[in-house]
Structure formats: structure tokens, C-alpha cells
């Protein structure tokens, strides 16, 4: 069985991968994890960098940074997690934000995920809050 392939497509804003990506969002966010899906579509994609993950030609995974570094909306289908998706789109995050010349990224984690961030380098950098009904915690990365 050959190994499935994985591609990362990053662009600004375009309905074209937006589509997919709220697709996925609304399976992990408000079908999985029942938060309101008026928390999830924000308004805030218009302004921000979006990847769409691919696995083998199909939907697996996404993510948004805003223009001020802000990494969010980072979601893997179920189906696809353990295979690496999740780094792919935050160091894919991490090489736009280091041509950008930004000097940090941020994000706000579910808690139970805060050890994913610091394995790619984030750092706590606030006390944990709730956020939809889920315990998060900030955290950042300086570049």
C-alpha cells in the first residue's frame, strides 16, 4: 500500500478553499465538539491566510493566521489525525509568518492540545480561560 500524499495549499482569502475549510471546520468544531458554529464563522476569514490540508486529494485538515500572527481555526477530520497534518499546517503558518517578517505567533489552545504546541515551540503566555465551553490556553512563539 503506497503512503497516502499530503498537500498543503496556502492562499489569502478565496472562496475556493474556503469552502472545504468550513466544511471541515463545521464537521470537528460544531458537529464533534458542539460549539456554536456562530463562534466558528467570525467574520475574520475575509482578513486572514487559510490552508486546506489534502490527503490524497481529499479534504483532511485547516487552519487561518491573521494578519497579526494569530493561528487559529486548526482542524484535522477525525479520520486523518496522526498523520502529521497538524505540524504541516502550522509550520506552513510559521514559514509565511518568517517572510512576512513577523516577530511572534500566537494562539489560543485547547488545553487538552497544549502539548502539541509546545512540541512545535509555543510557549504559554497567559493563564488558561474558557473559550466555547472548552479550556484553553494561550500561547505564543517568537520568531
Not at 513577523?102 to 497544549?114: G, H, I, M, P, T
Request: charged letters at 20%; glycine letters at 8%.
Amino acid at each position: 500500500m503506497s503512503q497516502p500524499r499530503l498537500s498543503i495549499h496556502l492562499s489569502a482569502f478565496n472562496p475556493e478553499i474556503a469552502i472545504p475549510c468550513w466544511d471541515i471546520r463545521d464537521r470537528v468544531f460544531s458537529q464533534e465538539q458542539q460549539i456554536d458554529p456562530e463562534l466558528d464563522i467570525d467574520g475574520l476569514d475575509e482578513q486572514s491566510w487559510m490552508i486546506l490540508a489534502m490527503v490524497d486529494d481529499q479534504p483532511a485538515g485547516t487552519g487561518r493566521m491573521l494578519t497579526d500572527g494569530h493561528i487559529g481555526r486548526l482542524a484535522v477530520l477525525a479520520d486523518y489525525r496522526g498523520m502529521g497534518i497538524g505540524s504541516a499546517i502550522v509550520e506552513a503558518f510559521t514559514e509565511l509568518a518568517q517572510q512576512q517578517g513577523y516577530k511572534r505567533l500566537y494562539l489560543s489552545a485547547q488545553v487538552r492540545a497544549a502539548d502539541f504546541y509546545l512540541s512545535l515551540g509555543y510557549q504559554p503566555c497567559a493563564e488558561p480561560h474558557m473559550e466555547a465551553g472548552i479550556p484553553h490556553q494561550m500561547m505564543e512563539k517568537l520568531l
